[in-house]
């Protein structure tokens, strides 16, 4: 089992980024997907989360307007559209297959800084 991030990096604030987790090993189109991120010396938060089918999304109050998360079934990959991107946004992001398991990626770097 795999789940693999990538698409991280360091932005200015204001600019953009898309994260992609790619799924392997497992049934895709059977798992509930989120995004989850972590500051330094702060807990892991929820950022958003996406249903099986894609028919039911979730977003944390901070990113709500910002961020969109979709996935691709076809694909075995979920994304994160991060927009209007603000300093405290900056953290580690992990992606998160939950279902009969739960998996975890190993994460992704985020930095939103001028």
């Known amino acids: 089992v795999q789940l693999v991030e990538s698409g991280g990096g360091l932005v200015q604030p204001g600019g953009s980024l898309r994260l992609s987790c790619a799924a392997s090993g497992f049934t895709f189109s059977s798992y509930r997907m989120s995004w989850y991120r972590q500051a330094p010396g702060k807990e892991r938060e929820l950022v958003a989360t996406?249903?099986?089918?894609?028919?039911?999304?979730n977003y944390a109050d901070s990113v709500k307007g910002r961020f969109t998360i979709s996935r691709d079934n076809a694909k075995n990959t979920v994304y994160l559209q991060m927009n209007s991107l603000k300093p405290e946004d900056t953290a580690v992001y992990y992606c998160?297959?939950?279902?009969?398991?739960?998996?975890w990626g190993q994460g992704t770097q985020v930095t939103v800084s001028s």
């Open positions: 996406i249903s099986s089918t894609g028919g039911y999304t």
């Open positions: 998160q297959g939950l279902g009969y398991r739960n998996y």
